[in-house]
């Protein structure tokens, strides 16, 4: 397990960009995505609970105790991947885990080179994020969790739905925003949208724009939506200050389903040589008198 320092992380992140090379943050939720991302020139590797459930054959869903699950897979990637630096998913709004302190000890101590603020409440709807502010649990807890790794030096990303939540983490002192405009498009589970690529785009310069205005040594990294292909990024690099993407489904989930699908066409579809012969070598029937028994 090696653990990547915040200087050494923004280091090499500053070299891939004067390289005119996209930063590329790749979710993995098992050790084979995390270990094939990171030989294929990831920059980052991203664990978030929610994968399981991509994992699973299911639309990017929360399922039980994410923190506990996020630390859980820890162990597996770290054992797989050492050359890039491993980021964990916290849920800073875990009402088991009131002491932010604490819990980052335990994302520290499980190999974890630096955090986001995942899965976040930012993207949840105005009416579930005012309930939970009031009871202390909303996204201030969240800009609170970027603080405080801030002051122990770890690298931080943050995911942020509003340009006030990007001015707010901003001021956290945040390494890398990631503008957020909703779960993921495309493939066999994918959270499709009527938004159109221009109008997410419009949303992710907005809150850009909004960081911006707080602090110019921010690295902006894209996310969501029908943001979900490489070539969907051109526009983005045309037209906003980000500087690569933070892929979840679209590394994990899309590219799987995609190539277990194709590789499963191509047996089916290769001829065995006895497919020509007049009659297969060998068919099974039941018998009668067997009682069903293969013969």
């Not at 992380?9 to 004067?18: E, G, H, M, N, Q």
């Not at 297969?280 to 008198?289: E, F, G, K, Y």
């Amino acid at each position: 397990m090696k653990r990547f320092m915040r200087a050494e992380i923004l280091d090499a992140l500053a070299t891939t960009i004067s390289r005119r090379v996209p930063v590329l943050a790749a979710g993995s939720s098992c050790g084979l995505v995390a270990k094939c991302a990171a030989q294929a020139g990831a920059d980052l590797i991203v664990v978030y609970s929610t994968g399981r459930s991509r994992l699973m054959g299911l639309p990017t869903s929360r399922i039980g105790d994410s923190n506990a699950s996020t630390l859980e897979m820890a162990e597996e990637i770290t054992n797989v991947v050492t050359s890039v630096p491993v980021i964990g998913g916290i849920e800073a709004w875990d009402p088991t885990r009131l002491d932010l302190e604490r819990l980052l000890d335990l994302f520290e101590a499980a190999g974890f080179s630096g955090v986001i603020n995942y899965p976040t409440i930012s993207t949840m709807g105005r009416l579930w994020r005012d309930r939970r502010e009031r009871v202390g649990l909303g996204f201030t807890r969240e800009v609170e969790l970027i603080e405080l790794a801030r002051g122990r030096n770890l690298f931080t990303l943050s995911y942020v739905a509003t340009p006030e939540d990007a001015e707010r983490m901003a001021q956290a002192g945040v390494d890398c925003l990631v503008p957020h405009v909703g779960a993921t498009a495309g493939g066999l589970v994918g959270h499709e949208t009527n938004e159109t690529r221009e109008s997410q785009i419009d949303e992710l310069e907005r809150m850009i724009s909004a960081a911006s205005g707080v602090r110019d040594d921010l690295i902006f990294l894209a996310h969501g939506g029908t943001l979900a292909e490489p070539a969907d990024l051109d526009a983005v690099y045309a037209r906003t200050r980000c500087v690569g993407f933070v892929g979840a489904s679209s590394i994990e989930r899309i590219p799987i389903e995609r190539a277990v699908m194709d590789v499963v066409t191509q047996f089916k579809a290769a001829p065995p040589r006895w497919a020509q012969e007049t009659e297969p070598p060998w068919v099974p029937t039941r018998s009668a008198a067997g009682g069903g028994d293969w013969t």
